[in-house]
């Protein structure tokens, strides 16, 4: 493969253009990064770090950011909120940080977010999905992903339109804020589609009876069409296997937070679940940049990619860096200015446009699991 194709097959060729040749002598250029590499997100975390990872490979292979190597300053959440705000702060702090990316809830950004606003440093998250947030600090934060309330309605029109069930049932994990705000949109969607919510039920993990769920559930069993489950992966297996186990075969439909591999390569395969995702990783994708980016993955990690999460952690480093270029090594102008200059790309998640807000346009993946595997169900755009 040429150089020029291989320019144009990777994402934000407009960057790479801008790259000059890597230079030894250079000093470094850092953005910061901090994911949940263990604890229970990380099954989201771990699988956006190793796609962070993978884009400061790629930059440094095509020259780096004007000349100088890329280096990520990586530090790990371990998943709570706490530490998170803690290692926040100290990213906020050094002086040689513009940018800092990562993090896969909204929980966790909530926490970090302070300190960016007080240090005035730009935060491309990559997976936490708040628009609340983004509406709140559109100085200061950039989503590479797209919001709760849009893979929320995505559900609905997906669950009446194409499934064809408008009487659902509603479990929401009352511990994650993205599961409330996503759950939330979910029911205006479906009200407006003339849907109906049969019965909502909530639960905290750490609290969690599953006999005493599944009680609350048991009245209303020959009404549903179909379930939202609004959640993340700690808990929510067993809570499925629990629901077939007690007759309730209809569709299942979750959000992203569905998107690990601990849900679909679990010991027992799982039939009629759907969830919402960012990104469709198929060797088959009609996307050449998302073809690139599973190739690169391959020869990085020696498996394919498998959670949108990768490609999300790619991508949010990717916009990291070409902040950093048009800085030329300055400092960065105010967000609410590099906005409108970023023209629409392909990245490996697909489509990101930003149109006058720190709120990207992007496509809305429904995917199916089906004998430990994903296959594509629908996309939408929102």
């Known amino acids: 493969m040429t150089k020029i194709i291989f320019i144009k097959m990777i994402f934000f060729s ?3 253009l801008s790259y000059h040749c890597l230079s030894n002598d250079k000093p470094p250029v850092y953005i910061g990064a901090l994911y949940s590499i263990n604890g229970p997100l990380s099954t989201l975390g771990l699988p956006a770090y190793k796609g962070a ?4 490979s790629d930059i440094n292979a095509q020259g780096g950011i004007l000349g100088h190597p890329v280096k990520l300053k990586i530090f790990n959440t371990h998943s709570t909120a706490n530490v998170t705000g803690q290692l926040s702060q100290k990213l906020s702090k050094m002086n040689d940080i513009q940018v800092i990316t990562g993090l896969v809830d909204d929980n966790l950004l909530k926490a970090a977010i302070p300190s960016i606003v007080k240090h005035n440093k730009i935060f491309i998250t990559a997976g936490s999905t708040s628009g609340k947030l983004a509406k709140q600090y559109p100085r200061n934060l950039i989503l590479a992903c797209y919001t709760d309330s ?4 995505a559900a609905a029109r997906f669950t009446v339109q194409t499934l064809h069930a408008k009487k659902i049932l509603i479990i929401e994990n009352t511990e994650m804020q993205y599961a409330i705000n996503a759950s939330e949109a979910f029911i205006k969607e479906l009200q ?3 849907g109906q919510v049969i019965s909502k039920v909530s639960f905290s993990p750490d609290t969690l009876d599953i006999d005493k769920l599944i009680a609350q559930l048991l009245p209303v069993r020959k009404n549903v069409e179909a379930i939202y489950f609004a959640s993340g992966v700690p808990k929510s297996l067993n809570i499925i296997h629990h629901l077939r186990q007690k007759g309730f075969d209809e569709p299942i439909i979750g959000a992203d937070g569905f998107d690990s591999d601990t849900l679909v390569n679990n010991a027992e395969s799982l ?3 759907f969830f919402t995702t960012h990104a469709f990783l198929s060797p088959d994708s009609t996307s050449t940049p998302t073809q690139t980016f599973i190739k690169h993955y391959q020869n990085k990690y020696n498996t394919r990619p498998k959670s949108a999460f990768t490609a999300l952690g790619y991508d949010a480093t990717m916009l990291a860096a070409e902040f950093l270029v048009r800085s030329k090594g300055d400092r960065l102008p105010p967000l609410l200015q590099l906005l409108p200059t970023l023209r629409p790309h392909t990245g490996a998640s697909g489509d990101i446009s930003f149109h006058g807000s720190n709120i990207p346009n992007k496509n809305v993946y429904i995917i199916q ?6 296959e594509l169900a629908s996309v939408l755009t929102i």
Do not use: E, F, T, Y
């Not at 990872?53 to 400061?56: D, K, S």
């Open 14 to 16: 407009s960057i790479l």
């Open 53 to 56: 990872q993978l884009a400061i």
């Open 150 to 153: 849009m893979q929320g309605k």
């Open 192 to 194: 407006l589609l003339k």
């Open 271 to 273: 039939s009629d679940v």
């Open 369 to 374: 699991i089906n004998k430990h595997q994903r």
